[in-house]
């Protein structure tokens, strides 16, 4: 599918949405850009990605946003703008970290995934996994070419096969290979403590090997 000089929506500019965009520029992508501290602590990176980037608040990326990418901690989703999404794909890259976001009994037992509560949260919209073990630094420095040996692949699910489609395409272009796990109530299996997660740069058939190997119980996220 074509995506070239498609706007897509940061909605958090750590890490991983800073190298996002990063990636996403050096792609022919537009990128509009957001963090829960105002586009006014964007500058220095907004500056760096260059004249196809701005900076804006999250109700303002949302809106842009051919395609969104959500990357905040998974305990602020509930403040992520629902009715600008409403139509869109969005990319959830949340990991859910106890320690960090407070217990969650739907996550703790196993009851629930991640992506799964985003899309809950958008109904309207279609939401895909995406990014989510991957370290930041490894998003614009790991990538190679389609059918280069070694090359690594990274994990989507969704529940809408557009979605799914697109975090490929994209991955593609990033220098990456897709494995899919499927619907969204499979990402689990890629979700922290799995081996999927945990293995690091993995191939395609490392990585299915060890979506293969996830053991769903209590404490798994």
Known sequence: MSITMTTLGIIGAGHIGSQVA??????????????????????????????????AIAEEAAEAADVAVVTVPF?????VPVAPLAGKIVIDTNNYYWERDGHVPALDEGRDTVSGMLQEHLPESRVAKGFNHI???DITTEGKPAGAPGRRALATASDHTDASDFVAALYDQFGYDTVNVGPLAESWRVERDQPAYSAGAQTRDELVANLAKAERGVGAA
């Open 135 to 137: 370290t930041a630094a």
């Open 22 to 55: 990063r990636a996403a520029i050096a792609n022919g992508y537009e990128v509009v850009i957001a963090n829960s501290r105002g586009p006014e602590t964007l500058t220095d990176l907004v500056a760096e990605l260059g004249p196809n980037a701005r900076a």
């Open 75 to 79: 305990k602020a989703y509930p403040a």
